[in-house]
């Protein structure tokens, strides 16, 4: 019988959240460790940190020994979060104070490195460390560029740096910036699994695709949920360009596709509460959620049909159970 994600956690969370303070160490003055712990405490599923020991104790028994690889894992995960809130002015996370809101901006950042940093030494001291290293700094290396890319996405008509905003450019920031790391973390439960060369590469691939599912759920969910940020439709607050709307700006009409960059382009101290519901309306009326929706369906049958899925049972439907109210 494999285990769910529910029998990985009660087996294996602990330990993982033991590996995780554990790596800010004993002296609690310091405050690089306080801001990390800090971080950590807003919460979160782990999910990224719990993959390795659960596709590794599924397909071979061998989950304690992915355990250092999924703290690791996940202590750069969060290193990401930190200088995500900071880079797109989020005040909370999961209805927590942001540490770059707490701390400032300048101790945000070093706290990001921070966590980076301890996530490496964690991973490359771990059994199967050595042949990760290079692939999680690879993978680590497309999402820094998924970060990139969005911001360019976002950049102004003229400017030098923008990237034209549509589905295919969207696509590959996304597999950048959210899809990279997932796949990373299957590539680590399967190489600490003792998989062959094709089975790993095929692992990874399945992870990249659910961190893909994974970021349009999110996008989604910001439209039609509530994802801890203080208000629904944040990501229209900051201009972020989600699946949503990038499919939007391909489908809709004219006048609702400038409707929508109107407000996207307003400087986010101007966008205000009214301007967020009008966004959300245009959405709903092009037909642009309807067709997010259909794309999670859709996406939900692929996973289930991979090979990989044998591994991880009932993730596909974990990414998607915020937003199955609105499927």
Known sequence: MKLGLRETRERFGAALEARVDGAFGQDDEILLAVMGRAH???GGKRIRGLLPSWIAENAAGAGERALDLGAGLELIHNATLVHDDLQDGDSHRRGQETLWRRFGAAQAINAGDGLYFLGME???GA????????PVSRAMLRVIEGQVM??????PAGDAARIEPG???WERMARG?????FGACFRAGAVAAGLGAAEIDGAAEHGEALGLVFQVQDDYLDLVGDKGRGQRGSDLAEGKLSFPVVWAYEHADRATADALRAILSAPRADT???MVERGLDL???CGALDATAAWLRDARTQALEHPAARWVPGLAEEILAPVIHAL
Do not use: I, N, P, W
């Open 177 to 181: 910036k959210t899809g990279a790391l």
């Open 40 to 42: 950590m405490a807003t």
């Open 127 to 134: 059994a199967d460390g050595a042949a990760l290293v290079a």
């Open 167 to 169: 589905a295919a450019a």
């Open 283 to 285: 959405l709903a009326r």
């Open 272 to 274: 205000d509460t009214a």
């Open 150 to 155: 969005e911001f360019q996405l976002q950049r």
């Open 122 to 124: 964690l991973l490359a």
